[in-house]
């Protein structure tokens, strides 16, 4: 499974949108757990929204609860990351994911997107 480039991130307001994907090519993504995940500067990266294997819903992390929604085409073979009400607190590189296992797990993700840049400020 390999991921090309999807919608990258960029500058945004606090109170803004961004909409982010990442595009598989090789196999499915509904064969594994699907996430995304970010690490800010100065700290360690952190799971943010999950889609477990053989799951269409999503699990967030408490801090974008509410705020950002996890989703996937299959029929693209895509998936996304909605993040509304952005805060400058998001401000991270911002990761997809995915592992042959049940749940995400951010030790052991077998599969990562190549990292885009997400930054929150006035």
């Known amino acids: 499974l390999r991921f090309s480039a999807g919608v990258w991130g960029g500058l945004v307001q606090p109170g803004g949108s961004l909409n982010l994907s990442c595009t598989a090519s090789?196999?499915?993504?509904?064969?594994?757990?699907n996430g995304w995940f970010r690490r800010a500067p100065g700290k360690e990266r952190e799971g943010v929204a999950c889609?477990?294997?053989?799951?269409?819903?999503?699990y967030y992390v408490d801090s974008v609860k509410g705020r950002f929604t996890i989703s996937r085409d299959n029929a693209r073979n895509t998936l996304y990351l909605q993040m509304n009400s952005l805060k400058p607190e998001d401000t991270a590189q911002y990761y997809c994911?995915?592992?042959?296992?049940?749940?995400?797990?951010?030790?052991?993700?077998?599969?990562w997107g190549m990292g885009t840049q997400v930054t929150v400020s006035s």
């Open positions: 090789g196999r499915s993504l509904r064969g594994y757990a």
């Open positions: 889609i477990p294997m053989n799951d269409e819903r999503g």
């Open positions: 994911a995915v592992r042959f296992g049940r749940l995400c797990d951010v030790k052991n993700m077998e599969y």
